[in-house]
């Protein structure tokens, strides 16, 4: 009995860590964009080119957490990251030109990156010495919890804040939230995984036949998911001249739709299989994009934010999943791999839009490269052998 009560506070602190700094610091800049545009605080194109910046830094905090994969070393960088993405997060609220937003949010994209990276690694190799992997998804509620609270958050602020003041909630709230979600991830003790006769593992290759076609598909996904995730608010006041009931809506749409997410992709991939479940959710992804794209806005842009928001965690936890099950020993630098990979191809997406609109482009049309994107990895899905 003991092991199903130790289950929840661990997923909950696990969770509350992928809030703070996912939604409070990563995914609040979208609903936050066009109020910081109309305020004067930068314009469209500044936004995409700040978005860059954001995850450039992510794709440096994961490729820090490929470095520092080991638990122990989790346990002593961890909490330096939190406190950066704090830190980072309050210097927010006093940043009125953009260039100092965008090297604010290249620091607060290294901490989230490497959170974003060790919190469920951490989790998910104590799951493992517990025998319960299968629960590992559900850490990801803490994303989707993050989104709501994100959305709810600027709506409720934005008529009394403005300029870089709307940056204060979500700063006040991290905190105590990250110290409640450390205190108790720095108790969990977790073994070295083992192999008979060997000892504890620390290096195997990560490429090979089996694992090669799940990377290149996920690197589809990255670019695939974070144009709707960065701009699809944007693209709602751009197509309603600034107002109309999209602009909020859409991404309390997308926050909606992803809150069970992880809880069914993570039964669904228990039930019909990881990589099964996980070209579904590349599927359900291109769906919604190519509604943004295909239909009139007040259809396109639901649509858009219920596939994509019910669907993005989806191939993230599956992914992570299925991953371990082809390399099972050495979980947490594969999750970095994996991580600095979708960082990467997602920094493309805002510098892709960055470009495209400089060129006489328009920001619905960018979303092309998100479809082409999940097209492709969902055509590499296709060749990753099959899994249970």
Known sequence: MSKPLSLVPVLLAGGTLLLVVHGLGRFVYTPLLPGLVEDGVI???????????NYLGYLLGALLALRW???EQIHRSLPWALGAHVLTTFMQTQAEQADVLAGLRLANGIANGLVFVQAPALVLEWLACQGQVARSGLV??????????????????????TG??????????????????WQRLARLEIAPVQTAGTGPVHRQRLFDRNSTPLFLAYAGAGLGYILPMTFLPMLASLQSQGGGWLVDASWLIVALAALPSPWLWNRLGARIG?????????????????????LPPMLGLPACGVLVGSAFLGTVLLTQRLARTLHPHQGPRLSAALIALYGLTQLAGPWLTSLWMSAGGSLQ???????????WGLAWMLAVPRHG
């Open 274 to 294: 990881d990589d099964q479940a996980l070209k579904l959710s590349y599927a359900v992804q291109l769906a919604g994009v190519l509604a943004v794209l295909t």
């Open 164 to 181: 870089a003041a709307l940056w204060w909630p979500a700063a006040i709230l991290s905190v105590p939230l990250a110290i409640w979600g």
């Open 69 to 71: 994969h080991r638990v």
């Open 365 to 375: 049309d960018a979303f092309w490269f998100g479809a082409g994107a999940l097209a």
């Open 140 to 161: 990801y509620l803490g994303v989707c919890l993050g989104l709501l609270m994100s959305s709810l958050l600027v709506s409720l602020t934005d008529d009394w804040l």
């Open 43 to 53: 314009t469209v194109a500044q936004g995409a080119n700040i978005a860059t910046w």
